[in-house]
């Protein structure tokens, strides 16, 4: 028959030790999350931060490519439905037309049995038959025509008014999307930032202020020229932009990210281009040898196109850098150069 002792308590001097260690885990565990983290290098800092700009920088341009679309869009959607309302205008003026032409039948003596159809309550169904039938007079078989075609076209445009709708509330979803991954990095980079200590920020400022001093007028551009006129205005009016700050997604006059500058300087020397990175390496000639480069000529860095500025000379471009920074002069070497484009 099995035992049914009870368990001998713990010794007093058991007690005491266990409590004991546990007292020193819990004082360990204090000491551990009190403890200051570890400061990282302005080195390893720099390289988070300019990481993140350039993932904010990214998130930019394809949030300007879906703010260009949707702009697109909503032109197209409201040229659609006018189209579609003008049509419905001219739909029912024909069936008011046959409508006369049935009450002038009537009034000399009957309705011909098409035009009854046309009266009922389905009158879909009755262009469907319509064409099937062999009593129309030639006055009424023209203006059959002419709707059946009318609302064959006013189908076609309210489909296709609906689909451009449609993808009009994709591309605001997708606008959304990109401006909140760009916020995000931007505050991701900031946080980086304010976990400096104030000297590690101090030299970072002092970093930051020599590439800034590349903004100066007196920057040695060589004596590189410009391969067309147009190229040199655009140039001329992107130097005067020197010192303006990059704000994502603005296209001047008083700020720009990297597309937005160079599609206005484009635009002072009155060249139209496309709006984002992506597109303005498509926008012209590509230049792969970085000695052919003429001033003014873009210049595509990246192997995804994100980034674009304006040849200077002398192997530096001019070009709106990143959040934080402005409108300045920067070594071709400090990015990876992917080819010119000549507009």
């Not at 409201?78 to 037309?97: E, G, K, M, P």
């Not at 002038?104 to 389905?122: A, E, M």
């Not at 480069?293 to 995804?304: A, K, M, Q, R, T």
């Amino acid at each position: 028959m099995a035992s049914h002792r009870r368990p001998k308590p713990a010794s007093r001097t058991r007690v005491t030790v266990l409590t004991a260690t546990a007292a020193a885990a819990v004082a360990l565990s204090a000491q551990a999350a009190n403890a200051a983290p570890a400061k990282q290098s302005v080195k390893d800092a720099k390289a988070k931060v300019d990481a993140l700009y350039t993932q904010a920088e990214q998130a930019t341009e394809k949030y300007d490519a879906a703010n260009e679309k949707l702009s697109t869009l909503q032109k197209d959607a409201s040229t659609l439905q006018d189209q579609v309302a003008r049509q419905q205008q001219h739909l029912n003026a024909l069936r008011d037309s046959l409508g006369t032409i049935a009450a002038s039948q009537y009034r000399s003596g009957g309705v011909d049995p098409t035009i009854q159809l046309f009266l009922s309550s389905n009158p879909d169904s009755y262009l469907d038959k319509a064409t099937a039938l062999d009593q129309l007079t030639s006055l009424q078989a023209s203006s059959l025509d002419q709707l059946q075609d009318a609302k064959r076209t006013l189908d076609q445009e309210r489909a296709e008014a609906t689909a451009k709708l449609t993808e009009l509330q994709s591309t605001r979803a997708e606008l959304a999307k990109r401006k909140a991954e760009a916020k995000t990095k931007l505050s991701q980079a900031r946080a980086v930032l304010n976990s400096l200590t104030a000297a590690q920020r101090a030299e970072m400022d002092r970093q930051d202020a020599i590439a800034a001093s590349r903004a100066s007028s007196r920057v040695d551009l060589g004596d590189a020229k410009a391969a067309t006129a147009r190229a040199q205005a655009a140039f001329t009016a992107a130097q005067s932009k020197i010192g303006d700050p990059y704000v994502y997604g603005a296209t001047g006059p008083g700020s720009f990210d990297c597309s937005g500058l160079t599609s206005w300087a484009y635009s002072q020397a009155g060249v139209s281009i496309p709006r984002t990175s992506q597109e303005q390496a498509n926008a012209g000639t590509r230049i792969y040898n970085a000695s052919q480069l003429g001033v003014g000529d873009l210049v595509i860095f990246y192997g995804d196109y994100h980034h674009v500025g304006l040849y200077a000379g002398n192997g530096m471009v001019l070009h709106a850098p990143k959040p934080g920074a402005s409108v300045r002069y920067e070594a071709m070497s400090d990015m990876p150069f992917e080819f010119g484009v000549r507009i």
